[in-house]
C-alpha cells in the first residue's frame, strides 16, 4: 500500500543509479540541472531522507537545488560508500 509521505507539492521522480554514467552524475529530470553526488554543496540538491536495508544504503531521496522536484535515487551498488 503506498503511503502519502511527503505531502508537498513537488513532483517525485525515481533515478536507478545502476543506468547512470560511471561517475554517478545525473540530471534532474524536471529542470535539467546536471546532479552529481559528489557534490556536496546544498546549492546542488539536498538531502531529504536516506534508507538503509542491511546497512546498505537502499535510497536517497533529494530534492532538487534548482526546481525543489523530488528525486528518489535507487540502485545504489552493494558496498556503496554513503
Ligand atoms: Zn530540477
Given at each position: 500500500?503506498?503511503?502519502?509521505?511527503?505531502?508537498?507539492?513537488?513532483?517525485?521522480?525515481?533515478?536507478?543509479?545502476?543506468?547512470?554514467?560511471?561517475?554517478?552524475?545525473?540530471?534532474?529530470?524536471?529542470?535539467?540541472r546536471s546532479?552529481?553526488?559528489?557534490?556536496?554543496?546544498?546549492?546542488?540538491?539536498?538531502?531529504?531522507?536516506?534508507?538503509?536495508?542491511?546497512?546498505?544504503?537502499?535510497?536517497?531521496?533529494?530534492?532538487?537545488?534548482?526546481?525543489?522536484?523530488?528525486?528518489?535515487?535507487?540502485?545504489?551498488?552493494v558496498g556503496?560508500?554513503?
Amino acid at each position: 500500500m503506498m503511503m502519502k509521505k511527503l505531502d508537498k507539492k513537488a513532483t517525485e521522480f525515481t533515478v536507478n543509479l545502476a543506468l547512470l554514467e560511471e561517475d554517478g552524475s545525473f540530471q534532474c529530470p524536471k529542470c535539467g540541472r546536471s546532479i552529481s553526488p559528489d557534490d556536496a554543496s546544498e546549492e546542488t540538491y539536498q538531502i531529504m531522507d536516506t534508507k538503509v536495508v542491511n546497512n546498505e544504503l537502499s535510497e536517497l531521496i533529494i530534492s532538487c537545488g534548482k526546481c525543489q522536484s523530488i528525486i528518489r535515487l535507487t540502485g545504489f551498488p552493494v558496498g556503496f560508500d554513503a
